[in-house]
């Protein structure tokens, strides 16, 4: 019997790697993959283990390098309440992107692993319905529930995902949190301390 194909957007990080085990031996999977120029090649390579390691036959790495983060933009003041890191429109182009290749290849869904902590207004709820919604009328591709888009994670907790990925054999020393693109994760930002902290939560029992 052959296997439904899923688009799954793999950064690299602790979250997309869980789905990513979640789902192999399921689907068959293409992978695809952001690369913003030079500024996120730890992140890419993770990506690239991740997938090799999981068996994906497909892996697509679009290079995105034009996209910036609000603070390096303009005169690099930052709008009052919008974090320095948020991209404008990342995701939405993100899935424009992973609709394309879903009419190309006759994917069934895209899956992404946004969870509940995710808080930049691309990756919530309502946005994936309405970006759902845009597809069904906007392209060829139809899904059960017209979920084209699925976000089976959008209600765990970073603590919650992490007890997933270890329970899946997830290979944890091969993702990437971090938020810069040193030799090594820096330890002290958001992504380190919030992917640290829930795995030691797990290990500890405390979940």
């Known amino acids: 019997m052959l296997k439904a194909i899923s688009i799954l957007l793999l950064s690299g990080g602790l979250d997309s ?16 993959t952001a690369k913003y120029g030079d500024s996120n090649t730890r992140e890419v390579a993770a990506a690239e283990s991740l997938a090799k390691l999981a068996g994906v036959k497909r892996h697509i790495t679009v290079d995105l390098g034009f996209l910036r983060e609000v603070s390096e933009a303009g005169n690099g003041s930052v709008p009052a309440g919008v974090p320095p890191t948020y991209i404008p429109s990342r995701n939405l182009i993100l899935f424009g992107i992973a609709a394309h290749y879903a009419e190309l290849i006759g994917a069934r869904r895209i899956m992404t692993g ?4 995710d808080k930049f207004p691309d990756s919530g ?16 591709l139809r899904a059960e529930g017209g979920q084209i888009i699925s976000a089976p994670y959008l209600s765990l907790t970073k603590k919650e995902v992490a007890r997933k990925a270890i ?17 090594s994760p820096c330890g002290i930002c958001g992504g380190c301390r919030e992917s640290e902290e829930s ?6 029992g405390t979940v």
Not at 17 to 32: F, N, R, S, Y
Not at 114 to 117: A, G, Q, R, T
């Open 199 to 204: 795995l030691e939560s797990v290990m500890r």
């Open 114 to 117: 946004h969870i509940f902590s």
């Open 17 to 32: 790697a869980t789905l990513l085990w979640e789902m192999k031996g399921m689907d068959e999977i293409v992978a695809i």
């Open 125 to 140: 709820e309502a946005f994936i319905d309405i970006v759902n919604e845009a597809l069904l009328a906007g392209t060829f």
């Open 167 to 183: 329970d899946l054999g997830v290979p944890i020393g091969l993702t990437w949190s971090c938020y810069l693109n040193g030799e």
